[in-house]
C-alpha cells in the first residue's frame, strides 16, 4: 500500500492536466448526474467542484497510503509480539488487514464522483467503503490499547 501511495502521489503531480481533462470530459458525460444546466457559469462551477473533488480523492490515497501503511504495518508488529491470545490475535489480524484497504476508497470516492455525481459519489464512497474500513482500523487499534492496557506482563 505504501508503494501504491508513492506512485501514485508521482503520477498524481506527473499527470495533473490528463487528470484534469479527464475528470471534466467524465463530468461532461455524465452531465445528468452532476445537474449540469447548460448555463456555461453555472456548469463550469459545477465541473470545478467535481474536478477539484477528484483531485482531493487523489490526493487523500497518496498521503493515506503512505501513513495507514506504516501505522498499520507497526500495529500488526505489536499484535505478534504483545498479544498471547490466538483467536484475539486473529480479530486483530483481521481487523488490521482490511482497514489497510482504507486508503483505496479513495480511489472509490474520486471515481465515483465522476460517475454518480459529487453529493451521491461522496456518499456512496463514505457509506461503503471509507466508513466500514476506517471503522476496522479504529477498532484494531483501540482494541489493541485496550489489550495493552490491561494484559498481565510477560515473563
Do not use: C
Not at 2 to 16: D, H, N, P, V
Not at 65 to 85: D, H, K, N, Q
Not at 96 to 108: C, D, I, K
Request: glycine share 10%; hydrophobic share 55%.
Amino acid at each position: 500500500m505504501i508503494a501504491l501511495g508513492e506512485t501514485g502521489g508521482a503520477a498524481m503531480s506527473r499527470f495533473r492536466p490528463q487528470v484534469e481533462r479527464y475528470a471534466s470530459a467524465r463530468v461532461a458525460a455524465n452531465a445528468q448526474a452532476h445537474g449540469l444546466s447548460g448555463a456555461p457559469e453555472y456548469d463550469e462551477a459545477v465541473r470545478d467542484r467535481a474536478v477539484f473533488s477528484v483531485e482531493a480523492g487523489l490526493s487523500f490515497f497518496h498521503t493515506h497510503a503512505e501513513g495507514v501503511g506504516l501505522i498499520l504495518f507497526f500495529a500488526s508488529t505489536i499484535v505478534a509480539s504483545a498479544v498471547p491470545w490466538r483467536r484475539v490475535r486473529a480479530a486483530f489480524y483481521w481487523a488490521l488487514t482490511s482497514s489497510a484497504l482504507f486508503p483505496l476508497g479513495y480511489l472509490v470516492y474520486a471515481a465515483a464522483v465522476l460517475e454518480a455525481g459529487r453529493d451521491a459519489g461522496t456518499e456512496f464512497a463514505e457509506r461503503w467503503v471509507l466508513t466500514p474500513l476506517g471503522s476496522a482500523a479504529i477498532l484494531g487499534l483501540v482494541g489493541l490499547a485496550v489489550v495493552l492496557a490491561f494484559r498481565k506482563p510477560m515473563e
